[in-house]
Structures are given as structure tokens and as C-alpha cells.
């Protein structure tokens, strides 16, 4: 079992940057595929990010590719997101989470965190 802390969330300008961290509990961490995912108000959580577990590929949302890059560290048990050039449609909330699979679809995660907002302002 896996339990998930994000953190690094905040209010920042469009333009602007913000990097996200996921604290992960448990001595498996390194078997588990990482991915952010967010939900802005009213819409459907969405698929932003996912690392493979040595960190050796990534896969990104075409809406964040160039902008987002996604990277783990297995010895400190944390996977982060550092976002460039955010934008207004950035403004969301940020989950972390955990899966034994490749992939994009939320559904086959397992573990998840409680959730970081982001908020980009004009």
C-alpha cells in the first residue's frame, strides 16, 4: 500500500511556474507507475502526466507537452511536476497517484492523494 502527500500548489500568474511534489509512505514506491492527473470545478478529473517506474519514459496530455515535465526520485519515495508557462485553463486541482500499469486512464490507478490546488491568475 502506498499513501500519497502533494504539495507545492499556490496562486501564480499566467506565465508563470510552480512545481509540484508528491511525498510517497512504503517501501514499494519503485514498483509503482507515478501520474498527476487535475480537475478544474465542473469538469472531469483529466490525465496530465505519468512516469514509469526507473523514470526512464514519460508520457504527457497534449495540453501540457513543452510545458510540463514530470520526474521521480525513488530513493526520496517522491515524484514532481514542475510547471512552466502556466496558464488560466492550468487552474485546477492536482492529484498524484499510483498504478501497477502504463497508463493514462485514471481507472487503473490505485493510490491517490488528497490533492493540491493551482490557481493561475490574469
Known amino acids: 500500500q502506498v499513501q500519497l502527500v502533494e504539495s507545492g500548489g499556490g496562486l501564480v500568474q499566467a506565465g508563470g511556474s510552480l512545481r509540484l511534489s508528491c511525498a510517497a509512505s512504503?517501501?514499494?514506491?519503485?514498483?509503482?507507475?507515478m501520474g498527476w492527473f487535475r480537475q478544474a470545478p465542473g469538469k472531469e478529473r483529466e490525465f496530465v502526466a505519468a512516469?514509469?517506474?526507473?523514470?526512464?519514459?514519460?508520457l504527457y496530455a497534449d495540453s501540457v507537452k513543452g510545458r510540463f515535465t514530470i520526474s521521480r526520485d525513488n530513493a526520496k519515495n517522491a515524484v514532481y511536476l514542475q510547471m512552466n508557462s502556466l496558464k488560466l485553463e492550468d487552474t485546477a486541482v492536482y492529484y498524484c497517484?499510483?498504478?501497477?500499469?502504463?497508463?493514462?486512464?485514471?481507472?487503473?490507478?490505485?493510490?491517490w492523494g488528497q490533492g493540491t490546488q493551482v490557481t493561475v491568475s490574469s
Open positions: 512504503g517501501r514499494t514506491f519503485s514498483s509503482y507507475v
Open positions: 497517484a499510483a498504478s501497477s500499469l502504463w497508463s493514462s486512464l485514471s481507472r487503473v490507478y490505485d493510490y
Open positions: 512516469i514509469s517506474r526507473t523514470g526512464s519514459s514519460t
